[in-house]
């Protein structure tokens, strides 16, 4: 066992229960924090695999705003926890089960397959802002434009559904 | 020295995304549907940044960079839309959102 593999376990470890705690917290501020932790140690991740420029975009883009403006909305909502209602019949053995299949079936392909390589141990000044900068801005020139167009058309419908009417409006 | 293997990895990425599917089938309250699916696409970016490091190619971390800014995006609509569908149906449990008329 290597050092880096006992990271991996442990951080994997964290990463499992805070993904399960998402999911199974009834309070939606405590689903909220647990996605925080489990970015986090996705975060942590990045660093082991030698990306830190998007270790650090993790923590600022998802941890940071994404997770900001979930906390925003549930505080906005009411951050009371849903009541009981009528739910369909055996829905959460049937989810379960075919969630069950696709873990299975994820691991057993996984497993199959010969190992396709290791983590190399991350090399001074690998992925680093200039690297990516470079490539993003000679290669993928078009698509980043073309995110700058996505951005403002998620800007502007997001103000527009969340805009109030002037009149005539319903709500 | 070797390091961890890839497939690791891609084992927690796919146990992960799995978690993520299984919010969105079980879950009832529109957010957490929609952290559910955030925890779906960083499962992804898991994958492509290993990957990335393994063949030791830039070009997956910047298609991660890609995936952050559509889930934003993604994230930035979805929220306004589950502020409009609370402030007309003062619920946002999906089971109760089932007509199209507002």
């Not at chain 1, 006992?6 to 924090?33: C, E, K, P, Q």
């Not at chain 1, 970015?39 to 993790?58: D, M």
């Not at chain 2, 927690?12 to 957490?32: D, E, K, P, Y």
């Not at chain 2, 559509?70 to 409009?84: P, Q, T």
Request: glycine share 8%; hydrophobic share 60%.
């Amino acid at each position: 066992m290597t050092v880096e593999l006992i990271l991996f376990l442990i951080l994997a470890t964290v990463a499992v229960i805070s993904a399960l705690g998402m999911l199974l917290s009834r309070n939606a501020v405590y689903s909220a924090l647990f996605l925080v932790l489990n970015f986090a140690t996705v975060a942590v991740f990045y660093l082991l695999l030698g990306a830190p420029f998007i270790a650090i975009t993790q923590v600022t883009v998802y941890a940071g705003a994404i997770m900001v403006l979930f906390l925003f909305v549930i505080m906005l909502l009411g951050a009371d926890p849903l009541p009981e209602g009528k739910e369909l019949p055996k829905q959460k053995w049937l989810a379960s089960f075919l969630a069950l299949v696709l873990a299975v079936e994820g691991i057993v392909l996984i497993s199959m397959q010969k190992t396709a390589g290791f983590i190399p141990t991350p090399v001074e000044g690998a992925g680093n802002p200039k690297a990516i900068g470079e490539l993003l801005f000679s290669g993928y020139l078009l698509p980043f434009e073309v995110t700058s167009v996505l951005l403002l058309v998620a800007m502007v419908g997001a103000i527009v559904l969340t805009g109030k009417k002037k009149k005539g409006g319903q709500s | 020295m070797e390091g961890v293997s890839v497939n690791y990895y891609i084992g927690l990425s796919a146990i992960l995304f799995t978690i993520g599917a299984l919010g969105v089938l079980v879950r009832r309250n529109a957010l957490i549907i929609f952290m559910s699916i955030e925890l779906m696409l960083n499962a992804a970016n898991l994958a492509f940044v290993a990957f990335a490091s393994v063949h030791d190619l830039l070009s997956g971390q910047i298609f991660v960079f890609f995936i952050m800014t559509v889930a934003a995006a993604e994230v930035a609509v979805g929220l306004a839309l589950i502020v409009a569908i609370f402030r007309s149906k003062k619920s946002i449990n999906v089971d109760e959102i089932n007509v199209l008329k507002g």
